[in-house]
């Protein structure tokens, strides 16, 4: 009994409760009784009078205690109301019948918990008890309810912002780094040679490679995608000698190796492949050890094209990890965690089969089996608009 006492003490303490009895002789010997545990008792002989005590309290922890007949009124008839209005609200009933008629028109009506006349403290206690807690559950699951709410809008304002920097930086970037190819391009043409110039064409290479990754993030839900077949051998061999003043730069040599003569055509998105080589490139070279190699190899795999770039670095630590979006394994490397998150976008839209290998002794390797896109090359038109799902 003690525990019980001390349980209802510890549930009721922030609590108010409303008594809803006709008998005014009933009523003073439950405030009497309740309100050792409760931090308000209320009470009413009226549904009327009931009801708008209840509209007053009801944005309160309020726990509702009526008789089943109220004279010539209905405590079934009120908790149907008060249900109606309110169908968490905890509702205990007072009977001095055990028709079944009557529990079954309770329960119809919301009717959380029953304790019959003439009353004793256990029952009651245990009963009031037992709302109680539900009461305290309900809070909860409310309370993380609206932490979970507040953290989805939180995260789609985050997402949001992130949206709208991708495009700030994409416009912002957009005409210097236009300026300082063209420029490059010139010195070129006049036949200027340096380290200097091949510095700043490296770090223009890269910048741009950022920028080519942010612009297809904000595009590639509305663009049309193409795709057509593509000689990889030769779309490779482009990638890799635009990145190869990048390597020079870092004391790198990229080299690519074939594993087959005459491979198929890939039917796939240039974009998408682009995507795919210059952040796999890239990547590499960021984690390449110096001086060292990075290594391409294009070949077939159970009839299925494939590229893998290879470089020394660097162990992987976390494999998965490596593709959720802003993730950098060092945090000493540039680069806005963008790339490989992207990697692993297309290669799930496309049925690409990503294979990594990283070891101390062997490496890192990143290899993409290319499995619908070799399959189709065979029959399909030189060009085919895809439909998109919008």
Known sequence: MKHTLELLQKLACNKSILIVEDDSLIIESLERLLSHFFQSVLSAQRVDEAFAIFDQHKENDLLIITDINLGEESGVEFACKVKKQNPQQKILAISGTEKREVFVDSIRCGIDRFVLKPLEDNELFEALIALLQKIDYDNELKHQSQLLEESREYALQLLEEQDQFLKNAIHEIHTPLAVIITNIDLLRMQNIENESIDAIEAGSRIIQNSYEDMTYLMKKDRMQELKENIDLVSFITERKNYFQCIAEVNNLQISMLLGQRNLPSLFFSEPKLARLIDNTLSNAIKYSYR?????????????????????????????????????????????????????????????????ISSTKERGTSFRYIFHHATQLQHNSPKIQKIKTEK
């Open 291 to 355: 001086p060292s190699e990075v290594t391409i190899t294009v070949g077939l795999s159970n009839s299925k094209i494939f590229f893998e770039v290879h470089n020394e670095g660097p162990v992987i630590q976390n494999k998965e990890k490596i593709f959720e979006r802003f993730h950098r394994e060092s945090k000493h490397n540039g680069g806005y965690g963008l790339g490989l998150h992207i990697v692993a976008q297309i290669c799930q839209e496309e049925n690409v089969e990503v294979q």
